[in-house]
């Protein structure tokens, strides 16, 4: 424990990395405590001041977005009564897909033991957390009359009214509402051990008792262990088909219909890896500034990236396999409607948005292919904010193609987003960010316990 | 709703008298100070003023009318509350009536419906008539007297009036002028002729933007003496419509088209179809449903009026100039129609053409021997005599020969040919006063301004062209200050208390007392008849009776099937040469929304599609593409007209957006009258005014100068795309095809599958059918659902956004190539689908199926998600994106007035609420009650939905599908019959017949 006062640089300066190169050779679990919670207890710096502050303006603007919609009407909105779906729809289609790669990081990663994931896996679930709740948000709003939107749920009434559950919607609300809760206590239960760390190290009364409250009086005994991981391996074994269920559900919203372009049966697989090839772009968007901020170089180290960067391969060549199987479809099935559908994805007045989201999702990727760009914060970071521009483009896509070109010629029509189109999608960008930005301030961004626990198998801490 | 209800007709609110020296009603201020105030400003005295006002406001408003009313404690005999009732009154058109059935609940007339037994109804309405009730409550229209611009009252208006009456009585009207529109009331023609007595020199003009002045003309070149023209085409067995667009707006539009479509409605079999060959410089809704369409200059219609008739063989007839292959072509096939037609042959003339041209139509149907079977010469009217043009007392205003000028109903300073210098005119006369529904440019100009009352608020009469004359009744007393011509003309006779009801009263127990009611022939001679007191009961409060409750007056028709003999010789059209190509031919038509501006108020009319282009809200010109692409430019590109070879003159250009139109002859800019109004609530700034390139000597067409502008507008439109993409959308089939049997629907084994159960079939399975050979896109039937369903307008911003509110929508799609082209035009109500996608999407269940397979929308329930729509292949749903109909109206719609057009059976739906066509389920629930009592079940004619019931044409059959016997079933059989989009599944209930045409021409190239 000599080197409890270094910090994760200088022991990668003094001892090299461990084998696989995720972290110091030496690295003792004091270190580890010290490198992370010391984040939380340091005083705010000046670029973290600034940060809130520019995101809390985004907050101002997504309320006074939300304010002038429930007091106008959605026709702030550009949708029109042909593109009936517009913005709204396709940023919770777009929230909930980068809300999809924490969970799969966490549980998927999980069980099948992919040691990497130790040190991303907080605040990839944090920002899960934020964005599926983020989501939530947008069917709430998109709706014509909001304050009537429980009439979705099944409550007893005296009308005996239930929610028509032939709907898709009905099943997204479920999904939606199932992933939201399920993530919150994944997260929740991951932190309990660290949260225990906190209070340990707090200096103020306050910070303890309110650290300590939510530690739920842990101990770190073996017993708390045992039942610790009996349970977390549970849930995570539970939120695979969770993370798999919200991303078909949310096709099926599309598939379930009849229209070209959206009556395709790829479309839950396709949406499930669109939502983890963006939920993984968003991953590595932030964790480059978030291990450059935090100073968590040592722990999340490029080994990391270069792992996220081969899934994000991944994602980009099925969404590729994806586009060419709809134009194939349409080809195939000679169905003209269908092939009309495709040609005014590629010429029509939209043209040029999907030739940019094509380049995204399908040419950028390909980049991977090389260590030196898997390797290259820079390129990771310009592809994975490409990537997350891409999925976005495919996701407003999605509803104005289709909806703009239907099946008689005199409903075609143009979708404009206005004004309060983009403050509310900017807006929730801005609340994302400002959550994202108090959650590093107050909860350790990786996992305590988890790197401990990797620490000890690697063989970094004796 | 059967027209038999009419006969409790009796009035129940009259119309207020006003009475010289007493203040209309126990308002504590003047009219004018309570609006003056509320624009300068309050300061302490009159807010507190205000305040005792306001206390006082309830009391007034409470107040009793001065004429006798009966309080709903004693219900009017006939009367139950909550049914509506209907009466018969009569809307006139530049002089020619149609008879209508206002319907009104509790005294508050909601809807117009056509009067069965009128002959320019039968029972169907155009969608002017559809739009009348708006108009009604128009919180724009005058409602004060103004003298100077500044309030004043109907009282100082009256006494300025027996002021001056005294020099007239001396002078014998010297300097008097009085300037009306073309009017068919038997009593405003004898009013008219009273004061023409009074005062012999008195001058009395008439003027319509709109006028049938060349056909007159050509009526007097053909058979050397005045008269007018008659169609009747339901006697006809060809159509060749030379400029003319029968099946156009106009005030016949009804008769005529029904006419027309009633001869080239096919079913099962059919051999026979009327064709209709059409020559016409711009796509017109007529030219659309052509079986044959030459797209030509206006200038080159009469060289081939001249081919047509040399081919025909008519004496005289010589023929002109070169003809293009296309020209040549079209002649040699209207000739042959024509032929082939014989003595049913018809072949018209539009309003644009010169009267040669007009006379040359009447000899070539002289010729053909349909002259007196198909077209009537009817006589003038007694008041066509001793009428003034605007030019002639234009001429005698500016040189100060006028002293008094009363101007009823019409707006010349607006409307008024650009050479007629009529507002410059209208400075030199001291007296001026102008009688209109609405303040506008000419109220403006003149020194007193008298709000007019609105048809449904006045006692009148009409007259159809043929003469048969109908009572225009009130519906409801004015909501409006408002004044009659008919009791202003009484005033300027010297009788300044009289009512309009009983001038009209006086008039008709006059006539039925002497026997002269009837009277549709030249002066002085009595009626064909003996009018129509003889030979009934002697009682004229019977007669009277009856005639509010019919809604005609038997007796006063003049025969039709008449015409007297050709002139020898007529001078032959004369036909320019092939105009130079390079510069552009402007042609002037009527607006098919706002007529010549008139109803340019109307938000309703202003909202609804044209015909063809589907623009609302303006009155871009219509450009052939190829043309559009020669100047470079694109829909919505500003250009400016000018005169040709006016060098920047006193002309002024009209900058006017363009719209490309297939079927536009090449070189032909075509323009629509009404628009670029300076007044109106609604109309204020709308569109271009094209009237300064409008010359009497160039009514309707003249050679301009084009220049683009370089600025672009984006224009409203409705329907972006017209081409069907290659799609069987709108089906269309030969003639021939109809050769084969009816089908069996029991053996047709291509329904598509589906997972769902089917829904249980009842008594009541209602479907719909239209057909689209019948469909002359004339859009009744859209204002006709508007005002049913209380659907609301959105207003041109809203429009460009796409959001149009419409539940009834007219496709029209552009066929065949351009020079050559024709639209196929499909009206597209909710399909009602049985298995209808917008129904599992739903996650509320507002969007079900009821147990007569309507697909309904529980606007209670809905709580906005569109996903309905979102997965409705014909989206045919309709999304209030804001409170279009309670809170966010557009401009003043959200007036408390304006409510009270509002249907009260059908729901005003809230902001974030889907809505769509019900096939008016409130008729059918309407039906069903009156089922129930009568303890029968609804019969086949017992529901009629809004756009059924006001199709000129009767495209449109609505009935029961469980019904063996029913005409849905019938028309299901037809070999024709298809299902939109039927591969999808949905099996819709609304379903089409498809356009059939009879191209003569090709059938024989063929053969």
Redesign the interface.
């Known amino acids: 424990m000599s080197d409890a006062s270094l910090s994760g640089r200088e022991l990668i300066a003094e001892h090299g990395r461990t084998r696989d190169g995720l972290m110091p050779a030496e690295m003792g679990y004091r270190s580890i405590t010290d490198e992370v919670a010391g984040a939380v207890f340091a005083r705010p710096t000046r670029l973290w001041m600034a940060l809130v502050g520019v995101s809390f303006l985004g907050v101002v603007l997504l309320f006074v977005s939300i304010w002038v919609l429930l007091a106008?009407?959605?026709?702030v909105w550009?949708?029109?009564?042909?593109?009936?779906?517009g913005y709204a729809v396709a940023n919770y289609v777009w929230w909930i897909g980068i809300g999809n790669a924490g969970t799969l990081i966490s549980s998927m990663l999980l069980l099948t033991r992919q040691k990497w994931r130790a040190s991303i896996n907080r605040y990839a679930e944090a920002m899960t957390l934020f964005a599926a709740s983020i989501a939530g948000l947008f069917?709430l709003l998109?709706?014509?009359?909001?304050w009537?939107?429980h009439?979705?749920t099944p409550y007893p009434n005296t009308m005996d009214?239930?929610?028509?559950w032939?709907?898709?919607?009905?099943w997204d609300?479920f999904a939606i509402a199932c992933y939201i809760l399920f993530s919150l206590l994944f997260w929740y239960t991951g932190l309990i051990p660290d949260l225990a760390t906190l209070r340990d190290r707090a200096k103020t009364r306050f910070v303890k008792v309110a650290y300590g409250l939510f530690a739920l009086g842990w101990t770190g005994s073996s017993r708390q262990w045992r039942a610790f991981d009996a349970y977390y391996y549970a849930m995570a074994a539970l939120g695979v088909p969770l993370v798999i269920s919200i991303h078909s559900v949310v096709g099926l919203?599309y598939a379930?219909?009849?229209?070209p372009g959206w009556q395709e049966t790829i479309f839950p697989p396709y949406f499930v890896v669109g939502a983890m090839f963006s939920g993984f772009a968003m991953v590595v968007t932030l964790t480059i500034p978030i291990r450059w901020g935090l100073g968590l170089e040592a722990i999340i180290t490029r080994n990391h990236l270069d792992a996220m960067a081969k899934i994000m391969l991944f994602g980009g060549l099925v969404m590729t396999f994806s586009y060419s199987f709809e134009w194939f479809n349409a080809w195939y099935t000679g169905n003209?409607?269908d092939r009309?559908h495709v040609v005014a994805q590629f010429t029509g007045q939209y043209w040029w948005l999907y030739w940019l989201m094509l380049a995204c999702n399908g040419a950028v990727p390909q980049l991977f292919w090389f260590r030196l760009c898997r390797r290259n914060l820079v390129i990771i970071f310009i592809a994975g904010v490409l990537i997350n521009l891409g999925m976005w483009l495919e996701r407003i896509l999605i509803n104005m193609n289709t909806?703009s070109h239907?099946?008689?010629?005199?409903?075609?029509?143009?979708y404009?987003p206005t004004f309060w189109d983009w403050s509310l999608f900017l807006g929730s960008f801005g609340l994302f960010c400002f959550l994202f930005f108090l959650f590093a301030k107050v909860i350790p961004t990786a996992s305590i316990h988890e790197i401990r626990e990797l620490a000890h198998k690697e063989g970094a801490a004796r | 709703m059967s027209a038999g209800d009419a006969s409790h007709a009796a009035p129940r609110y009259r119309p207020r008298e006003a009475v010289i020296g007493e203040t209309a009603g126990p308002m504590p201020m003047e009219d004018g100070e309570l609006l003056q105030v509320a624009r300068e400003g309050f300061d302490r005295r009159s807010v507190l003023k205000f305040l005792g006002l306001s206390a006082a406001m309830p009391l007034a408003a409470c107040s009793a009318p001065h004429e006798e009313i009966v309080p709903y404690v004693e219900m009017p005999e006939g009367l139950v509350a909550g049914e509506p009732q209907y009466f018969a009154t009569a809307f006139d058109l530049n002089g020619i009536a149609t008879g209508l059935l206002a319907e009104s609940h509790e005294g508050r007339p909601t809807k117009i419906e056509g009067n069965p037994d009128h002959p320019n109804s039968l029972g169907s309405t155009d969608a002017f008539h559809q739009a009348m009730v708006l108009s009604l409550y128009d919180p724009g229209r005058a409602s004060l007297v103004r003298r100077a611009g500044e309030f004043s009252t109907y009282d100082a208006f009256l006494q300025a009036i027996v002021a001056r009456r005294a020099e007239w009585s001396q002078t014998s009207g010297e300097g008097l002028a009085l300037l009306v529109g073309e009017s068919g009331s038997p009593t405003m023609e004898r009013l008219l002729q009273g004061l023409q007595r009074d005062y012999p020199k008195m001058r009395l003009a008439v003027f319509e933007p709109i006028s049938r002045e060349n056909q007159r003309q050509g009526v007097k070149a053909a058979f050397g003496k005045p008269g007018r023209v008659h169609l009747m085409p339901a006697e006809a067995g060809a159509f060749v419509c030379l400029d003319h667009d029968i099946l156009g707006p106009g005030p016949e539009q009804v008769r005529l088209s029904r006419g027309v479509v009633d001869r080239r409605r096919v079913r099962a079999g059919s051999t026979t179809m009327a064709p209709l060959l059409v020559a016409e410089p711009v796509l017109t809704a007529t030219g659309g449903t052509a079986d044959e369409r030459l797209a030509c200059r206006r200038s080159r219609i009469a060289a081939l009026a001249s081919a047509i008739a040399t081919r025909l063989g008519v004496p005289g007839s010589e023929s002109s100039g070169d003809l293009t292959a296309r020209e040549t072509r079209f002649s040699d096939t209207a000739a042959m129609a024509l032929r082939e037609a014989g003595g049913r042959a018809l072949l018209t003339v539009g309003e644009a053409q010169p009267p040669e041209v007009h006379a040359l139509a009447h000899r070539i149907n002289a010729h053909l021997g349909s002259l007196g079977r198909t077209v009537s010469i009817l006589p003038p009217r007694r008041s066509e005599s001793k009428l003034e043009a605007l030019d002639e007392l234009t001429a005698a205003m500016a040189d100060g020969s006028v002293t008094d000028l009363f101007v009823l109903g019409v707006n010349p300073v607006y409307s008024a040919p650009a050479d007629i210098a009529f507002e410059d005119a209208l400075q030199k006369v001291p007296f001026t006063a102008h009688l209109s529904l609405y303040e506008d440019e000419t109220s403006e100009k003149c020194l007193w301004h008298v709000p007019q009352l609105h048809p449904l608020e006045e006692w009148s009469d009409a007259r159809t062209a043929t003469g048969l004359a109908s009572i225009v009744q009130p519906l409801v007393s004015p909501l409006y200050e408002g004044h009659s011509p008919l009791s202003l003309l009484a005033a300027l006779g010297g009788q300044v208390n009289r009512s309009a009801h009983d001038i009209v009263l006086a008039n008709w127990r006059e006539r039925f007392e002497t026997g002269g009611a009837g009277g549709e022939t030249a002066a002085g001679t009595g009626g064909p008849t003996g009018g129509p007191g003889r030979g009934g009961a002697g009682d004229f409060e019977t007669f009277w009776r009856t005639v509010l409750a019919r809604g005609t007056i038997e007796g006063t028709g003049t025969e039709t099937g008449r015409a007297p003999a050709l002139t020898a010789r007529s001078a032959a059209p004369t036909s320019p040469d092939e105009p130079d190509t390079g510069s552009f031919e402007a042609v002037f038509l009527p607006d098919p929304a706002v007529w010549d501006g008139r109803f340019s108020n109307n938000a309703w009319l202003q909202e609804l599609p044209r015909p063809i282009t589907k623009e609302v809200w303006g009155n871009a010109a219509a450009i052939n593409p190829a043309d559009v692409a020669a100047l470079g430019i694109a829909d919505g590109a500003l250009v400016s007209i000018t005169v040709a070879g006016s060098n920047g003159d006193a002309s002024r250009p009209v900058l006017i957006p363009v719209i490309a139109v297939p079927g536009v002859a090449r070189g032909t800019i075509g323009l629509t009258l009404g628009y670029g109004r300076r007044f109106g609530s609604v109309a204020r700034g709308i569109g271009a005014d094209v009237g300064p390139l409008r010359t009497t000597d160039a009514l309707w067409m003249r050679a301009v100068e084009v220049s683009v502008t370089g600025a672009s507008v984006e224009l409203a439109l409705t329907q972006h795309t017209h081409q069907m993409h290659g799609r069987e959308i709108v089906k269309e089939m030969p003639l021939s095809a109809l050769a084969g049997q009816a089908r069996d629907l029991a053996t047709e084994t291509d329904v598509p599958p589906t997972l769902f159960p089917d829904f249980p079939r009842g008594p009541y399975e209602w479907a719909m059918v239209i057909d689209q050979t019948a469909c002359i896109n004339c859009s009744a039937c859209v204002v006709a659902c508007q005002a049913e369903n209380n659907v609301p307008v959105v207003g041109p911003a809203e429009i460009r956004r796409g959001r149009d509110m419409h539940w009834l929508r007219i496709d029209t799609y552009y066929t065949g190539e351009d020079e050559a082209v024709s639209t196929a035009s499909q009206p597209v109500p909710c399909m009602h689908c049985e298995k209808a996608p917008c129904e599992p999407m739903c996650p509320v269940g507002a969007a079900i199926h009821d147990s007569e397979g309507l697909n309904v929308q529980v606007y209670n329930r809905c709580i906005g998600t569109r996903d309905c729509q979102a997965n409705c292949p014909y989206k045919v749903r309709r999304f209030n994106f804001f409170a279009y109909a309670n809170g966010q109206e557009f401009a003043d719609l959200g007036d408390p007035m304006v409510h009270a057009v509002h249907n009260p059976d059908v729901t005003v739906r809230a902001r974030g609420v889907m809505e769509k066509c019900t096939y008016c389920v409130q008729r059918i629930s309407g039906a069903r009650r009156e089922a129930i009592r009568k303890d029968g079940t609804i019969a086949e004619g017992e529901v009629v939905t809004a756009c059924q019931q006001a199709c000129p044409t009767q495209a449109i059959s609505f009935g029961n599908l469980s019904e063996a016997g029913s005409s849905v079933n019938a028309l299901r059989r037809e070999p024709h019959h298809y299902a939109l989009l039927e591969e999808l599944g949905t099996r819709p209930r609304t379903t089409y017949l498809a356009k059939v045409t009879n191209r003569i021409g090709e059938d024989r190239e063929g053969g």
């Open positions: 106008e009407g959605v026709g550009g949708i029109n009564s042909d593109v009936v779906w069917p998109h709706v014509g009359r909001p009537l939107v009439f979705m009214l239930w929610p028509q032939r709907s898709p919607l009905v609300m919203d379930a219909t009849l229209m003209e409607v009309a909806l239907g099946f008689l010629p005199s409903t075609d029509s143009t404009v």
